[in-house]
């Protein structure tokens, strides 16, 4: 009996411990579901804080890219302004030296010659004033009384006529050097005539080149590389007086005889040579002694050798310094369209606007952007795609306008536009002929 009732025990308890183990099983699973669901919960909310950190620091990053930015635009006009205040005083020194050396030959010569000349006469003329000692005692050897008013007499008739050819002699002098000087002031009349007749002639050549110009090219035409350089090749008639960095970009093309200035398109050929590969191509800055030196030899026309310059980046520096330095941006800020259009409309004006444009500034800003897409295809190498290239060259080939209020805008504005035109250019500079 007693055997029976710890069975019947046993087997009441049984059924109960089955619910039991149940129960305990999904508490095990719900419990590990908890624990990675506030785990993931915790891991989501510190990559929400890395990601607030992340844009606050681009954030920072942008500002102090616009602040030097800024800082570059202040230090190339107060660069300029020194550039331009040494000139002036180069000017100045050289008009004061030329002032002091001509009145040399008009006072100093005839100022030796009167004291020379006159010498005689300034101790004739002290003979009378001298006073003489009084004597009572008389020279037997005096002459007497007549013999001394016919002396002086003759001295008195002998001073005018010393006199006179005194005058006559610095007369003269002043009549050779004013001759002197009227020649010399004829010969610069004539020096100018020249260069005034040069500049018509050369004026002249311009326009007729750029009329058979204007009847070969069109700006839809495309002008392969190896076309530009024959012309670049052909045409060399450099203006000397004129500067290079600060020239209209139209003006200097035409002062050339070619289509893209002549800078343009050796920067361009020596980075295709040796600088595609390089990684930050265009986003790294040269040396600033290397970069002046080759601005100041392009200035004075000395044809510098740009495969000298082991550093590819002073030849990139040199380029955008180049486009920086135009007095007009070459990219117009008419360039930036309102965000509400799509991509077939925005073509389609940056398209007008581009062909809009003159025959050289065409033509350069086709052989540039064509080098950057180039330059932007290579990216997985000199990690430099568009986006970088347009933030590169957008403050570069555009303008702030006046008003700073909205600096961050502009620059995002600029750097769209750019690359769009980057992006697009297969399209923009297409042959529809």
């Known amino acids: ?17 089955r619910p039991n183990t ?16 506030n785990a993931l919960q915790k891991d989501i909310e510190t990559a929400t804080q890395q990601n607030s950190k992340l844009s606050s620091a681009r954030d920072e990053m942008v500002q102090e890219i616009l602040k030097l930015h800024q800082r570059s635009i202040e230090l ?23 002032r002091q050396h001509t009145p040399v030959t008009l006072v100093d010569n005839p100022s030796e010659v009167a004291v020379t000349s006159s010498s005689s006469l300034e101790d004739e003329q002290n003979i009378p004033t001298t006073p003489k000692p009084t004597t009572h005692k008389k020279d037997p050897h005096q002459p007497g009384l007549f013999r001394q008013i016919s002396l002086r007499l003759s001295s008195r008739r002998k001073r005018p006529q010393e006199e006179s050819r005194a005058i006559n002699q610095s007369s003269q002098l002043e009549n050779n050097n004013a001759s002197e000087l009227s020649t010399h002031y004829e010969k610069n009349e004539n020096q100018q005539e020249q260069v005034q007749q040069l500049q018509l002639q050369l004026q002249q050549q311009i326009q007729q080149i750029q009329q058979q110009q204007q009847a070969i090219f069109h700006p839809a035409v495309v002008i392969s590389s190896s ?4 012309n670049h090749h052909n045409y060399i008639a450099p ?14 093309a035409k002062s050339e005889n070619s289509i893209i200035p002549s800078i343009v398109l050796r920067c361009i050929r020596e980075v295709e040579s040796r600088g595609m590969s390089v990684e930050g191509i265009y986003r790294k800055s040269g040396t600033f002694g290397q970069i002046r030196e080759l601005q100041e030899l392009f200035n004075l026309r000395k044809d510098p050798q740009l495969s000298s310059y082991q550093d590819i980046n002073v030849i990139t520096s040199l380029l955008k310094l180049y486009f920086r330095a135009l007095p007009a941006p070459i990219i117009s800020n008419d ?5 509400s259009l799509n991509d077939q409309e925005r073509l389609n004006r940056t398209y007008v606007l581009l062909h809009n444009l003159p025959i050289e500034a065409y033509c350069t800003i086709k052989y540039l952007v064509q080098h950057l897409k180039r330059v932007h295809q290579m990216q997985h190498v000199n990690r430099m795609p568009s986006k970088n290239l347009a ?8 303008r ?16 769209q536009t750019i690359e769009f035109i980057i992006l697009q250019s297969h399209i923009l500079f297409a042959d529809y002929s």
């Open 1 to 17: 009996m007693y055997i029976c009732l710890i069975r019947l025990t046993k087997d009441d308890q049984q059924p109960n411990k």
């Open 22 to 37: 149940k129960q305990h099983y999904w508490e095990t699973i719900e419990s590990y579901y908890v624990k990675r669901l």
């Open 76 to 98: 190339s006009k107060k660069n300029d302004m020194l550039s331009q205040s040494i000139a002036e005083k180069e000017t100045q020194i050289s008009a004061f030296m030329y």
């Open 227 to 230: 076309q530009i350089e024959q």
């Open 239 to 252: 203006i000397k007086n004129c500067l290079v960095f600060g020239n209209d970009l139209v003006l200097q």
């Open 335 to 339: 360039f930036i369209l309102s965000p």
């Open 391 to 398: 933030i590169v060259f957008g403050p570069t080939l555009m």
């Open 400 to 415: 702030f306008t006046t008003t700073l209020a909205d600096d961050e805008r502009q620059m995002h504005d600029m750097i």
